[in-house]
């Protein structure tokens, strides 16, 4: 089949999903290209109309073995025509759990047929100077293997002449789905205590970058200093974007969790495609 148009679709709060979607797009080099970013709250009801010409990549992060909640309701607004789907989870060096599988469902219930997937290694969100966790990555190395797979996707495309006689890519999978334990302790502390992000209001500079990179709007605008929990999702994008390292986790709490998930991000984790 003639590759006419290259669709990212992507969540992507602190760019490594971002990065890895352009290398896989750029892999694939269709005629033509276009980007769906869902990572604002208030871009995600820019919904495109029914997919039917395009390879479309769906790329999401994951966040405690599963795909981030903004990432599901922007994947389930979306329609297709039988488009064939390239599927890629990013995740922070530990595992990718489920969220393969739960993207795999939800790209077959819009209308997609998944024809390859791929696991990438992002630098994890919880990643600090103080508490390396997979840092720089995706690092040179797992570009050139985003970049890679795509090729390798578009052979697959060359040789398909008619999508009916596909079968959908395999992918690793448990269904039901294994229930994340680590996101649930984590709420549990989050009823007692503030595990979010707070602003040093003596080193922050007022430049408003947290504001904007906030996926959930939950960083008051007038206030830099009160972030709303209950919107935050812990993708620490205002950590990594602030220049003067004024926005941290503080509650003492969430420290040996921390420390357990950089133990668990020590040894270096390869990409993973199915094809």
Not at 101 to 110: G, S
Not at 211 to 233: F, G, L, M, S
Not at 234 to 262: H, M, N, Y
Request: aromatic share 8%; hydrophobic share 40%; glycine share 6%.
């Amino acid at each position: 089949m003639d590759v006419k148009t290259v669709t990212r679709v992507y969540f992507s709060p602190t760019g490594t999903t971002r990065r890895i979607a352009e290398s896989v797009a750029a892999g694939i080099a269709g005629d033509g290209e276009a980007v769906f970013d869902c990572t604002k709250r208030s871009w995600r009801g820019q919904v495109p109309g029914t997919f039917r010409d395009d390879v479309v990549i769906l790329a999401a992060p994951v966040y405690y073995g599963r795909l981030p909640e903004p990432a599901v309701d922007c994947f389930t607004r979306l329609t297709a025509d039988k488009t064939p789907a390239v599927l890629v989870a990013v995740y922070g060096n530990r595992a990718y759990d489920d969220a393969l599988i739960e993207l795999f469902d939800i790209a077959v219930a819009r209308g997609f047929v998944p024809i390859a997937a791929g696991a990438f290694i992002g630098e994890h969100s919880y990643s600090t100077e103080a508490l390396p966790m997979a840092p720089g990555r995706p690092d040179a190395e797992d570009l050139t293997a985003a970049r890679e797979f795509g090729t390798a996707v578009m052979k697959k495309l060359t040789a398909i002449r008619s999508l009916e006689a596909v079968n959908p890519v395999r992918v690793p999978c448990d269904r039901p789905y294994i229930e994340p334990e680590g996101l649930h302790r984590l709420r549990r502390m989050r009823q007692s205590s503030s595990v979010t992000p707070e602003t040093d209001a003596s080193l922050c500079t007022r430049c408003n970058k947290c504001i904007e990179a906030c996926p959930q709007d939950a960083i008051d605008r007038v206030d830099v200093t009160r972030t709303d929990k209950e919107e935050c999702i812990l993708c620490c994008a205002c950590v990594k974007v602030c220049p003067v390292g004024a926005r941290r986790f503080t509650e003492p709490a969430f420290f040996p969790l921390l420390k357990k998930i950089q133990e668990l991000c020590r040894e270096r984790k390869e990409p993973e495609c199915y094809l």
